[in-house]
């Protein structure tokens, strides 16, 4: 029976590199299937995780319901990039040195068949928060809630795949650290200091326009976010896997006031500078199953 890469459900390990690929010009159909099928005997879906991109997947002449690249969004004076690629790997370790080391391998296995196109390295910040110090991804479903949100159920075509959607949000320091603490909470909708949800936080809160029960149908993603940095700049790896890409749209439209006009809050200490979509295959006896891509 078809399994999620078991990478997806585990916690946040403290260190994470995610590598963005593209299909290097030249390469035909052939030579890219033979690499991916290398790379499929590296990637064991628990310290690495794979995604693959629609842009790919049509060269490849392959259909696999549901994915697409990430679309462009733009409302109220507010634009969401979309920076979409072929291929996307998720290193998973707890220790720097060692994903550091698992990542300079993956990018030689796929060197004859895609070029690196964009590189993040994240970490855990303390128990799990973003940067600007708060507790991110509190809402998060947990158990069998987070299998439901995150993987396709059992007897769907996909069954124990997933849907991916990854964003880099840059945080701006100054206008952060320039609001009184009450600002703060209110942009995020609850207090830095015991992490409790205000009842009297305005409608543009982050939490008020992303409550994931408040969408029909409900719009609950499988948060697995890290911090970054580089140099002075830092912000939010923002990752939400889901069991298709409509809770993440619900969220994303609604924080760019799609609906009404409001624009999310965070949007006036942050904004996001990549958009990428990603399907990534289930395991099977052990391996990725890429059979939707008759390999």
């Not at 029976?1 to 260190?15: F, T």
């Not at 299937?33 to 690495?48: F, I, N, P, Y």
């Not at 982050?206 to 029909?216: L, P």
């Not at 391996?287 to 939707?292: A, F, I, N």
Request: aromatic content about 10%; proline content about 5%.
């Amino acid at each position: 029976m078809a399994s999620p890469q078991s990478g997806i459900l585990a916690p946040v390990p403290g260190h994470g590199i995610y590598l963005s690929f593209d299909r290097l010009l030249g390469a035909d159909s052939d030579a890219v299937r033979k690499v991916l099928a290398r790379v499929a005997e590296t990637v064991d879906g628990e310290s690495v995780v794979l995604g693959l991109g629609a842009p790919l997947l049509q060269s490849l002449q392959v259909e696999v319901a549901g994915i697409k690249p990430f679309p462009t969004m733009m409302a109220a004076g507010v634009n969401v990039p979309a920076t979409q690629h072929d291929l996307w790997l998720w290193v998973r370790e707890d220790d720097e040195g060692e994903a550091f080391h698992r990542a300079a391998a993956l990018i030689q296995v796929l060197e004859d068949g895609f070029e690196l196109a964009f590189r993040v390295d994240g970490f855990k910040y303390r128990e799990g928060r973003d940067l600007t110090g708060y507790v991110d991804g509190t809402e998060n479903p947990m158990g069998d809630e987070a299998l439901e949100a995150a993987i396709v159920g059992s007897g769907e075509p996909l069954a124990g795949s997933s849907f991916v959607a990854v964003q880099l949000w840059q945080h701006d320091f100054g206008a952060f650290h320039g609001m009184e603490q009450t600002q703060k909470d209110h942009v995020i909708g609850r207090r830095l200091s015991d992490n409790v949800e205000l009842e009297d936080a305005p409608e543009s809160a982050h939490v008020k326009r992303t409550a994931q029960e408040d969408f029909d149908p409900q719009a609950f993603v499988l948060r697995r976010s890290t911090s970054w940095r580089e140099g002075t700049s830092g912000g939010l790896h923002f990752v939400a896997f889901g069991c298709s890409f409509y809770a993440f749209e619900a969220q994303m439209q609604r924080m760019i006031g799609v609906e009404d006009g409001i624009v999310d809050g965070l949007f006036q200490i942050s904004r996001p500078l990549t958009g990428e979509y990603y399907w990534c295959p289930a395991v099977l006896n052990g391996v990725l199953d890429l059979s939707p891509l008759s390999m």
